[in-house]
């Protein structure tokens, strides 16, 4: 069984541009968490979908964005990039719905560089 | 802040040796996993304990978990240098609107061969 893919692997913005994330989750898996990680704040929590509906969200600014497809694939996006936006995004799947306690499968991420 | 804090930031250790991280948390949780990540890398689920569990054994990890002191250790024996990488406790609440993983800052492993 494939693994969590996340394309691409690696990302170089600018300034006030925007980048759309995609992650395809294990087959058979509905719900898809994504994290933003860096070195100074750590992993943090963005979006949690299951069956095409958010169903948590993070503490982060409107300009992060995501969505979720009937195939379970999600993408994210990020507009009007900042500096601070540079971190590795990290996309997570699990077979079960949110809150009953599930293991999370990861991708490799996509490595956002925002110049 | 973070929900789980683990502690040691990092530990440097030679191969064969235990290593021993731990992690707090603040509120009620429904569990609590460990994951590790190499550098750069996704993070890999190694381990999950309910909260009305005390101690899980997984191959050379072992882990505890303490719900009055709101606390857990991992323990991975007779460490190999493959054991190098970052390791992270998370947590998942009750509440079906809290059903996100709350990580930790992590704890960096190093193990010297």
């Known amino acids: 069984k494939a693994g969590v893919t996340q394309t691409p692997r690696y990302l170089i913005k600018t300034r006030g541009q925007q980048v759309t994330l995609s992650c395809s989750p294990i087959s058979g898996h509905r719900s898809v968490s994504w994290y933003q990680q860096t070195p100074g704040q750590g992993l943090q929590f963005l979006f949690e979908?299951?069956?095409?509906?958010?169903?948590n969200k993070g503490n982060f600014p409107g300009r992060f964005s995501g969505r979720q497809f009937s195939n379970s694939r999600s993408e994210m996006n990020v507009s009007t990039l900042e500096l601070g936006d540079s971190a590795l995004y990290l996309c997570a799947s699990s077979p079960e719905p949110p809150g009953q306690g599930h293991i999370q499968y990861f991708g490799a991420g996509t490595r956002l560089s925002v110049l | 802040s973070q929900q789980g804090e683990e502690d040691p930031q990092a530990l440097s250790i030679q191969e064969g040796e235990n290593a021993t991280m731990n992690c707090s948390y603040k509120?009620?949780?429904?569990?609590l996993q460990w994951y590790r990540q190499n550098s750069g890398r996704g993070l890999v689920h190694l381990i999950l304990i309910r909260s009305n569990e005390r101690e899980k054994h997984s191959g050379r990890l072992r882990v505890t978990l303490d719900t009055s002191k709101k606390s857990s250790s991992l323990l991975i024996t007779a460490s190999r240098a493959a054991d190098t990488a970052s390791y992270f406790c998370a947590t998942r609440g009750y509440n079906t609107n809290a059903g996100k993983s709350t990580f930790g800052d992590g704890t960096t492993l190093t193990v010297k061969p």
């Open positions: 509120t009620s949780i429904n569990n």
């Open positions: 979908y299951f069956s095409e509906t958010q169903r």
